[in-house]
């Protein structure tokens, strides 16, 4: 079993769309977090969610809106994709917020 | 904010040779973890130090929670090919605070 699931695995899609990204974890875990990976692989937190809680959102534009229906999800809507959004974006979760930090497999974002 | 130096970016090295790299912060962390990613995945937790001069070893894999909790370094001895990847270091000051990461070393290991 998949500890932490997220899909799609990739997403092509045109500039202006609006596009989700889903994210499920099964190890129990209370912290879940969207990280943001670029072209020259460097990691960057987007958001983090304790117990369903908002507890860090980084400087990110207002069109990416995380939505946590439950301990287990942590899903990411990004609305009026621009050619910038294109990266690969990483689920992640940890037991707490200051534990070590379980990833899923991605999703490769392309924008055209 | 807090930055992770790590080092070197990339290297070469033939199948059995012995590895190392570092990370260095400006800020002191009370939590280091090392990750692999292979290409086309995610980060893959390899060793995680919560204590300082703490010295932990995952198989071939042995690293160090720098005694001034702003440094750690991993060893990789006996290289062979499925070593190859991205490693990075990750460091947490508390609790409210986010994993950091450093920018990662790219292994290539030559057959």
């Known amino acids: 079993d998949t500890a932490v699931s997220q899909t799609p695995k990739y997403l092509v899609t045109q500039m202006g769309n609006d596009k989700s990204i889903k994210c499920e974890q099964n190890l129990g875990h209370d912290t879940m977090y969207w990280y943001k990976q670029d072209s020259k692989k460097f990691l960057k937190i987007m958001f983090s969610y304790n117990n369903k809680e908002l507890i860090i959102n980084e400087t990110v534009p207002n069109r990416f809106s995380p939505k946590s229906p439950d301990k287990a999800h942590l899903n990411l809507h990004i609305n009026s994709l621009e050619l910038g959004d294109s990266a690969v974006y990483f689920c992640?979760?940890?037991?707490?917020?200051?534990?070590?930090?379980?990833f899923g497999a991605g999703t490769r974002l392309s924008v055209l | 904010g807090q930055q992770l130096n790590q080092s070197p970016q990339s290297m070469f090295i033939q199948e059995g040779e012995d590895v190392s790299m570092n990370c260095t912060s400006s800020s002191i962390f009370n939590t280091w973890l090392w990750y692999k990613q292979d290409p086309g995945e995610g980060p893959v937790l390899l060793i995680a130090?919560?204590?300082?001069?703490e010295l932990t070893s995952n198989g071939r894999l042995t690293a160090q929670f720098g005694i001034t909790r702003k440094d750690s370094f991993l060893n990789i001895s006996a290289s062979i090919p499925s070593d190859v990847g991205i490693y990075f270091c990750?460091?947490?000051?508390?609790?409210?605070?986010?994993?950091?990461f450093g920018k990662g070393t790219r292994l290539s290991v030559i057959a």
């Open positions: 130090l919560y204590k300082a001069g």
């Open positions: 990750a460091g947490v000051y508390s609790g409210n605070t986010p994993l950091v």
């Open positions: 992640a979760s940890s037991q707490v917020a200051s534990g070590p930090a379980y």
